[in-house]
């Protein structure tokens, strides 16, 4: 059974930073590009950051410089840093593949920037 379980989201203020996780289970997690995405209230779902096989990267433009996509293949995990935080980076965030399979969206982790 294919499983992405996120973590690591939470409350911080402006200007602050948070490593958000993915463990896979039930794959060959080298096979698969691997992306995060997130959904604000009121709006779609969107591409934050990608990353392949080959650990070839892009990012969307509102967090350019700021978040940091990466993969740790030996524990099946996809990691996003996530520096310099904006309010309007509060969302919801997600894993999935890339592009992202409509069936394996999991509950997502919550990400707050607030003071």
């Known amino acids: 059974q294919v499983q992405l379980v996120e973590s690591g989201g939470g409350l911080v203020q402006p200007g602050g930073s948070l490593r958000l996780s993915c463990a896979a289970s039930?794959?060959?997690?080298?096979?698969?590009?691997m992306g995060w995405y997130r959904q604000a209230p009121g709006k779609q779902r969107e591409l934050v950051a990608a990353?392949?096989?080959?650990?070839?990267?892009n990012y969307a433009d509102s967090v350019k410089g700021r978040f940091t996509i990466s993969r740790d293949n030996a524990l099946n995990t996809v990691y996003l840093q996530m520096n310099s935080l904006k309010p309007d980076d509060t969302a919801v965030y997600y894993c999935?593949?890339?592009?992202?399979?409509?069936?394996?969206w999991g509950q997502g982790t919550q990400v707050t920037v607030s003071s």
């Open positions: 999935n593949f890339r592009p992202p399979l409509s069936g394996y």
């Open positions: 039930g794959i060959i997690f080298t096979f698969y590009n």
């Open positions: 990353i392949t096989t080959g650990g070839s990267t």
